[in-house]
């Protein structure tokens, strides 16, 4: 995916488990349909590149971020080896970072951080406390509603559309999205990141002509 305006672009940090695609999914088109260009690690492809480099470029390139810390639970059932997840806390980190250190343009940074329950990220990770972190519930139409309304308060755009619109939106495509999977010879199962993001922006795309 080619990297598009500094001011368009959000970072979303969340995790990439089959239990959370429901939630990223509603994420990507909730974004989409605000006016903006969803941007993640899995957009890229190449064996070649180190994946927290590539983490790196799109947190530079991306002047909105969204972190979801929900998933922190232990990955495995043995006691003896079972460790938390860090990745999403690692790459708020590194936004926060980007913000507090980085030139004039990334200052310009404004961050989303949610969590499943409020007040839950004091157990693990109470160092960002202070930030006005908005809980989700694992329900998304919790979740669009708090995308839009924070992209619209940080971008001060008057265009995007109710979250309840959105959600509306989001339910009637999500109903023809087998349809439109296989007018691109593509099964359910085999639709990748980039396919769902593609189809997510034509569908969009097409409804506003």
Not at 117 to 135: L, T, V
């Amino acid at each position: 995916m080619a990297a598009t305006d500094y001011a368009t672009n959000v970072f979303f940090n969340c995790p990439f488990d089959d239990g959370y695609e429901e939630l990223r999914d509603a994420m990507v088109f909730a974004i989409y349909d605000c006016g903006f260009i969803p941007r993640c690690a899995l957009e890229e492809d190449n064996g070649g590149d180190v994946r927290f480099e590539k983490i790196k470029k799109i947190i530079e390139d991306s002047k909105f971020g969204i972190h979801d810390i929900s998933r922190t639970e232990l990955d495995q059932i043995d006691e003896n080896t079972a460790l938390p997840r860090f990745n999403m806390p690692l790459e708020l980190g590194v936004f926060i970072g980007a913000k507090r250190f980085g030139d004039s343009r990334q200052k310009r940074k404004n961050l989303l951080i949610l969590d499943r329950d409020p007040y839950r990220y004091h157990i693990f990770i109470s160092d960002i406390s202070g930030h006005d972190i908005r809980s989700h519930g694992d329900d998304l139409e919790k979740l669009i509603s708090k995308v839009r309304d924070w992209l619209t308060t940080a971008s001060r755009r008057k265009t995007i559309p109710g979250g309840q619109k959105i959600l509306e939106r989001y339910r009637a495509f999500r109903k023809e999205l087998p349809v439109l999977a296989a007018a691109l010879d593509l099964e359910m199962g085999e639709i990748t990141y980039n396919d769902y993001s593609n189809i997510v922006s034509e569908w969009l795309k097409e409804k506003s002509s």
